[in-house]
């Protein structure tokens, strides 16, 4: 399994786990940096910062122009138009959060939000807690064995009283690409507002936001090789006076009495406070980088790394789910808990991640109390999955 | 304070004879296969431990004298850490056990990577719940 991974070695971390040993197989999680990232963190903040879109001094202009700049270059990475809108959050969960509460005083009692049975729990919560709070329906949109959602079938859902339809491009627990544009665009005709949870599937195909027609998109730097507590979320030009202001505090205010106030239109009227100015610098850098490199390339060597995942465990005969065709594989061995295999993997340096994965209903509903799951990145190569395939070999040695 | 019982000796010394991991996996299952789990019918909801990702019963039969533990888990590892749990606080009345120091107990073992705050496996809430049943027993 000769898989070199060209892009290693700009991945200090990669570096530092792989001389203790350690195998990092969870990138689904969290992504390890590449040093042009850290670099950029370092050399913002040793340039003097500033708070942004409030001071006349200069550092204050510097900082803007640096986060203004950023929000461009995202803007760029996700080929949103010119006209639409990029909101900086904490990351995917906020900005679902976001989208729940900014649309809520649309619904009323009866009304309807679709979701996919394999969501995360960052695309389930805030909508079923929306659902419990004001009365509405919340339809789950079943998958099939493959972990496809049903096209056909989420169509003939859509009604009068559909609203939203919140689904995720790449499940973190199936790993399928999903063919979502035929949905969007029924949807889109139905009046019913489309958000795409694209914090996994960012990572493996650069998204095309004047392609994927849908009203709101979001992902996670961290999962993007770039730094934490960074989200973005796209909003589309039709949908963004949609939204009501959600959260208050500085920077987001036009004109403030003691009684009233009115507030900035997005994206600004939606980042009170001080933003994570360094850290969305950083992850522009982060995008800028990934754009530099051969993208087809990286596609293939991810792809040629998870075929040869699947290969090796169906070569074991261990239980998969789904099928999956990106970036993961979630998966039990027969007659085995996945606690004790994680335990003994965890032993033997092997980074995956095991148990319900954010995804409770979903593995509820398959019947299992959990699932391990190996996921991968760029940096990942072929002696990783030799390490891993190895160590899985002895655990279950001694499990079976 | 507190010495250990001849079993509980036995035990150290057989973890501490481990040089790898795979012998002190083998071993925990071994422990695991010997624990008398709490019997199906008081695996119900109310018994079961809040903060385990697998699925862990526990009993605490205040009748018994001394008190008595029982528990139950999904997982065959963790069966063998419960166990060795068990095993150090056998025959101990509530003040005792409140007093061993269990964190120390596994570290000797050397299975204290199983108490890290990371771990889900849930050796951690299953002592939590422990506190929390001999609290009550006391009051």
């Not at chain 1, 949870?197 to 195909?205: F, I, P, R």
């Not at chain 1, 061995?333 to 409770?360: F, K, S, T, Y």
Request: charged fraction near 15%; hydrophobic fraction near 45%; aromatic fraction near 6%.
């Amino acid at each position: 399994m000769f898989l070199p991974s060209p892009w290693r070695q700009f991945f200090p971390g990669i570096l530092a786990f792989a001389e203790q040993q350690q195998v990092w197989l969870d990138s689904a999680a969290t992504a390890q940096k590449p040093h042009i990232m850290i670099d950029a963190l370092s050399q913002y903040y040793q340039h003097g910062v500033a708070n942004v879109h409030r001071a006349q001094h200069q550092p204050g202009e510097h900082a803007t122009r640096c986060f203004e700049s950023a929000r461009n270059t995202i803007a760029d990475w996700l080929q949103a138009a010119a006209q639409d809108t990029i909101i900086f959050t904490k990351g995917t969960t906020e900005g679902i959060n976001l989208l729940s509460q900014a649309l809520a005083h649309h619904f009323q009692a009866g009304d309807e939000i679709l979701i996919s049975a394999y969501e995360h729990h960052a695309n389930l919560l805030p909508w079923q807690q929306l659902a419990l709070a004001h009365g509405l329906t919340l339809k789950v949109l079943p998958m099939d064995a493959d972990g496809q959602l049903d096209i056909d079938h989420a169509i003939t859902q859509l009604s009068a009283r559909s609203r939203v339809l919140a689904v995720s491009a790449l499940s973190n627990v199936v790993g399928r690409q999903q063919s979502l544009q035929r949905l969007l665009s029924a949807a889109g005709k139905a009046g019913v507002w489309t958000v795409i949870d694209g914090a996994q599937a960012a990572v493996h195909q650069r998204p095309n936001l004047q392609q994927l027609d849908c009203d709101f998109f979001v992902c996670s730097a961290h999962k993007l090789y770039g730094p934490d507590g960074v989200g973005v979320l796209f909003v589309r030009q039709r949908a963004v006076t949609a939204l009501r202001h959600w959260q208050f505090g500085g920077e987001m205010v036009r004109q403030c009495d003691y009684q009233q106030a009115e507030f900035l239109p997005a994206p600004l009227g939606f980042e009170p406070g001080t933003p994570s100015t360094a850290n969305i610098v950083a992850f522009a850098t982060t995008l800028a980088w990934l754009q530099s490199l051969d993208s087809q390339a990286i596609v293939a060597h991810e792809a040629a790394l998870h075929a040869a995942l699947l290969a090796g465990l169906q070569a074991r005969a261990m239980q998969i789910i789904g099928t999956p065709n990106c970036a993961l594989v979630s998966f039990n061995a027969p007659h085995v808990h996945h606690a004790d295999l994680a335990l003994l993997l965890g032993e033997q340096g092997i980074a995956v991640r095991a148990g319900h994965h954010c995804a409770m209903p979903l593995l509820k509903s398959l019947g299992l109390p959990g699932a391990l799951r190996v996921s991968l990145a760029m940096y990942n190569d072929g002696a990783d999955l030799q390490r891993f395939f190895s160590a899985l070999d002895q655990a279950l040695e001694i499990l079976q | 304070m507190n010495d250990l019982t001849r079993a509980a000796q036995q035990a150290l010394a057989d973890f501490q004879a481990c040089q790898q991991w795979e012998q002190r996996a083998r071993l925990l299952l071994q422990w695991g296969a010997q624990l008398d789990e709490l019997p199906e019918e008081l695996r119900v909801p109310d018994n079961l431990v809040h903060g385990c990702e697998t699925r862990v019963w526990l009993v605490l039969d205040k009748n018994a004298q001394p008190l008595h533990f029982q528990v139950a888990s999904e997982a065959r590892l963790l069966r063998g850490l419960l166990a060795l749990l068990l095993l150090r606080i056998e025959g101990l009345s509530a003040n005792h056990i409140a007093a061993v120091n269990l964190v120390d107990w596994f570290a000797q073992l050397g299975l204290s990577r199983q108490l890290s705050p990371s771990r889900s496996n849930g050796l951690n809430a299953v002592l939590e719940r422990m506190r929390e049943l001999l609290a009550h027993s006391v009051d």
